[in-house]
């Protein structure tokens, strides 16, 4: 019965049902089947939403909104244009530079495409940047800010896995940052070949002075919050409520842009998004709770073991499913249905639960940007009025930095663990 769920979801998927329905029809249908009391649906669906760390995803998502709406975006773009505007490739580099500063407070890739991306595409073609070389940076720096902390994948990973998700958010500090150099040397290039402007002057130290002080307290945000969890001030769920509150203090008392108007369409915004994430996360705990009963996860495990006993085959492995599960699946829906079943026995031959979550995120976060489901590609390309084929032929050289970024997480190991062996 568990692999007859499992050929339901695929066929309901496949046959273009909504993924949340793919989800809880099979469900639905087994706990029938099965005699099971209707009441347990409910019953699972409450156990799987009782959960604090998962509350961060919401508080997140408002904060994100909210720093569009304060100002707080348009800030950090204008001082990342003046640190960087001079380098190879101008404001493609103030682009990645700023997708980093930003990340470094909403914690989410959508949230970067949405909310800076309107900003640095309209700053892009305004300086004779062309449409689809601006949405691909602007696509693929957006992928740095589900690994460095806070980010929302990694809080559902480590709520799925029981891992330390203080621990999973510092080990994506330097891959973040490797990920960073990439683009720009890779940005770099491309605008160096194609005769992209740069600015003719590097700033004075008045011009950063001047720039900086609008956007310190943006700047200080990612610190305070990886100080808070560092020194044990608050957990990664209580640094989503003290973001939220710093933010709404900036906005009101300093930057002084924000009204209760505005604070009431984030909150708006927000109880969409999350109704959408939740009610997901909702219907895989049903799902992965009859894959459990039905023992599939350790019939795969058992399946990997015979497969291979070599940690680097498991890995390269586990590369394979999630990338192509990134394809078709959004983030959360992966990680929710997949991560329960491949975990264990990957964990069990010795790979580092910590190391395994930034694998499995980075790949479903470049899975935003793969065809044919990519989330990132649809909103990108509705934000920059450009064709999906333009976008997908500026985004190949970007794909080349991305993959040695995902290399570098899986082989080595010592970088994404250095900050985490610290911390334990």
């Known amino acids: 019965m568990g692999y007859a769920v499992i050929a339901g979801f695929a066929a309901l998927f496949v046959a273009g049902v909504p993924v949340v329905y793919a989800v809880l029809i099979p469900s639905i249908a087994y706990v029938l089947l099965e005699g099971l009391p209707p009441t347990l649906l409910a019953s699972r669906v409450v156990y799987a939403l009782d959960s604090f760390p998962l509350v961060a995803v919401p508080v997140f998502i408002f904060v994100g909104n909210l720093m569009n709406l304060a100002g707080i975006t348009d800030r950090i773009f204008r001082f990342a244009s003046v640190l960087a505007a001079r380098l190879p490739g101008g404001l493609a580099q103030v682009n990645i530079l700023a997708s980093l500063i930003f990340s470094g407070i909403s914690g989410a890739a959508l949230a970067d495409v949405g909310g800076l ?20 940076v602007t696509a693929s720096s957006a992928l740095i ?14 709520s799925v896995t029981s891992v330390s998700i203080i621990q999973l958010l510092m080990a994506g500090i330097l891959p973040a940052l490797l990920c960073t150099a990439a683009l720009m ?18 700033p004075s ?31 990664p769920t209580e640094a989503a409520a003290a973001a939220a509150v710093y933010v709404l203090a900036i906005g009101f008392l300093l930057y002084r842009e924000m009204t209760v108007a505005h604070v009431l369409h984030a909150a708006l915004l927000t109880a969409r998004n999350t109704s959408a994430i939740l009610v997901i996360v909702a219907a895989a705990a049903m799902f992965g709770w009859i894959l459990a009963i039905e023992e599939i996860p350790q019939a795969f495990g058992a399946a990997i073991a015979g497969l291979s ?16 599960a990134g394809m078709f699946l959004d983030s959360t829906t992966a990680t929710l249905l997949i991560v329960p079943i491949i975990a264990p026995p990957v964990v069990a ?58 290399a570098a997480i899986t082989l080595w190991e010592d970088m994404v663990l250095a900050i985490p062996r610290l911390i334990r």
Not at 230 to 235: H, M
Not at 310 to 322: G, H, M, S, T, W
Request: with cysteine.
């Open 117 to 136: 991306g309107r900003v640095e595409i309209k700053a892009m073609r305004e300086r004779g940047f062309d449409a689809p070389f601006a949405a691909a």
């Open 205 to 235: 130290l008045r011009e950063v002075l001047k720039a900086l002080g609008p956007a310190l307290p943006a700047l200080l945000a990612p610190l305070f919050l990886i100080a808070g969890m560092l020194t044990g001030a608050f957990t």
């Open 309 to 324: 006993g070599n940690r680097l085959v498991l890995l390269l492995l586990v590369n394979l499913i999630f990338f192509v």
């Open 145 to 158: 800010g589900p690994i460095f902390p806070p980010s929302i994948p990694l809080i559902v990973y480590g």
């Open 349 to 406: 031959a010795g790979v580092d639960p910590v190391h395994l979550g930034l694998i499995v995120v980075f790949n479903l976060m470049i899975g935003l940007l793969t065809p044919p489901m990519g989330l990132a590609l649809f909103l990108i390309c509705d934000i920059a009025q450009i064709t999906m084929r333009a976008l997908l032929r500026a985004l190949v050289p970007f794909y080349l930095p991305l993959a040695a970024t995902l």
């Open 185 to 202: 040397a890779t940005a770099a290039i491309v605008a160096l070949s194609a005769g992209y402007p740069r600015a003719e002057r590097w």
